[in-house]
């Protein structure tokens, strides 16, 4: 029997895009398993906690690919390590442009020099989903535009909700 090949799509998804959920179905036909990592970064002032993150990532994505096949997590610290510590062969990472690749690439050569056993893989946009990312669908949603197909169903209720300043959180 062959080693399983895990690969992790590191990310915020703040909030998961219909982009995302591509990427990850995508990512499925690849490899055997797929951790979509939520990066806690103290940093940055997220829309929705890391632990809601993942139940988004787990209730939108759990049914791709092979029952169990993807999973959903938080980390902090480097991704290489939290790639090993998951014996991951591969990162994967999404590019939507050029600017994407350009952003991506010296951060995949500083993955590359920590730990040289786990690749950067790059998965290019659908063109239908290539617009999409997270911080637009925060700015419309917080204007008051649509995002009805930009992220999946169940994260559109949770996003307006919290920008009404409701505290739903999900179920």
Known sequence: MLPSRIAIFPGSFDPLTVGHVDVIRRATTL??????????????QAIFTAEERVAMIAESCGGLGKPGQVAADAFEGLLVRFAAR?????????????????????????????????????????DRYAHISSRLVREVASLGGSVTGLVPPSVEALLLARLKGETKTHP
Do not use: W
């Open 31 to 44: 490899f055997d398993r797929v951790i979509v990592a939520v990066l806690v970064n103290p940093d940055k």
């Open 86 to 126: 998951h014996n991951a062969c591969a990162i994967i990472r999404g590019l939507r442009s050029g600017v994407d690749f350009d952003y991506e690439r010296p951060m995949a050569s500083m993955n590359t020099h920590l730990a040289s056993d786990i690749q950067t893989v790059c998965l290019m946009a659908s």
